[in-house]
């Protein structure tokens, strides 16, 4: 049994590491994200209901439609807690009396592994298939209908829009290099059903992920990042994102030196659940978009 | 001597509101009763023979004069599509099979108003709906101040609600 949905949405943080982190990334997405915290602010914000009675029927509906494992709500929640990986925990816990002050990285380069660039490529296409079967799960399209998922993306703004560029800069741009999709391409297409199955990011997410056998899931995850490579050039280009612009961003509360991106990609990894963070404001807004159009 | 008793003492207190605060009942929620009565075995959300969403999307009013559509969710008993001009979220357009949840039938025998034919209601500050074939519907949601009861009713106008009836 999961959670209530309105505690998690309550308990959604306003500060800290990953809120810092993604109010980094404003630079490439301006505007998009405000950190919509609270249910009850969420349904007024989401549906610019503001009577009491109404805000309630909308909020026990969608409370109802969450409860509802047939609705596929909880396995998205699911997909976006696994993916974000069981360090972050770890991570936040041994960074967590420096919030307030610049963290300085050099300070604990000991405790910060860079993951290989095999297993950086495994998180990177992996959160991407993620983000496409919960997009599927959440909205309802067939569960691995690409192009509907390619179709959305276009129109993708707020914390979801916000999600993909942490993906595309965190797990793309910092730890892979500017280069990222054609390492992470070639990365994907070389590599053995096995390699995958060793890999515990791409473990945590299976059950949910199409193909079959892991032989399958490769071919899908292949396929999955082979069809958003365009959305995902144009992003960079677009918004011209850098790793170092990134970094330079990123230097407002954590210090770096910019030889050491590597080890910046092992301590976002480590010290943020930015993928569960922006889920959950994803999740809560769809429940509740359906929830109003259905009272 | 007295060092170690006051080590002891602030250990014991740090124990102590530890405890406090970790059982310190949870706040009541206006939502408890909804999260109750939606966790006892057995309880859905979606009625079992309700209408697929995919069978509804066939009667959205079609996009076109710079007005975009967007097909955004599509459950069962329920689909909805954004209404979109010039990049802006303009409103919200859905379908829902009130199978599921009587009471959303049951407001439109307060009806006073039709529209192309069928009771139609205003429901809080945003929404305006009809009722179609005394089980589907068809709701449009405003998303921006410019969007309002008026262009609603067009809206709702420009579904085929007499293709909807039939579904049934």
Redesign the interface.
Known sequence: MSKPIFEIVDQLPTGGITIMALRALDFAVPGQWNNLVGFKNTIRTVTGETDEAMIQQIGDRAVFLFNDKSQGYQRALWLYETVDTADAALGAAAFANKVGEKIPLFGFLDKLTPKPEQAQTIDLTVKLVVELVAFCQINGIPGDSIGDFLAALGDYGGESLMRMAALVCFDGLIPLGPDFINKALNGISSMTPKELEQNSTFNGVKSLIPGGNSAGQLSFINQSFDATKGWMSDFVSYRNLTPEKVVSNLQNFVEISKDKLDYLGAFLDMSTNYYTHTGVQTLARRLIERAVAEI | MVQRGRQILVSLVLVVLLLVTSCAP?PP???????Q???QPG????AKNATQ?SEFNAFFPKPGNGYER?Y???????A?A?LKKDGKDLA?L?I?DTS??P??AQKFQQSTQKIGGYPAVE?????TAVLVGDRY?V?V???DPAFGPAERSNWIAKFDLNGLAKLN
């Open positions: 949870k929620s206006q939502f408890d009763q909804a999260q009565l939606s966790s309880a859905i959300a979606v969403g967007l955004t969710q599509e459950k069962k008993g329920f909805e954004k919200m859905a829902s599921s949840i009471s959303a429901i809080g500050s945003t929404q519907q709701k949601l405003s998303r």
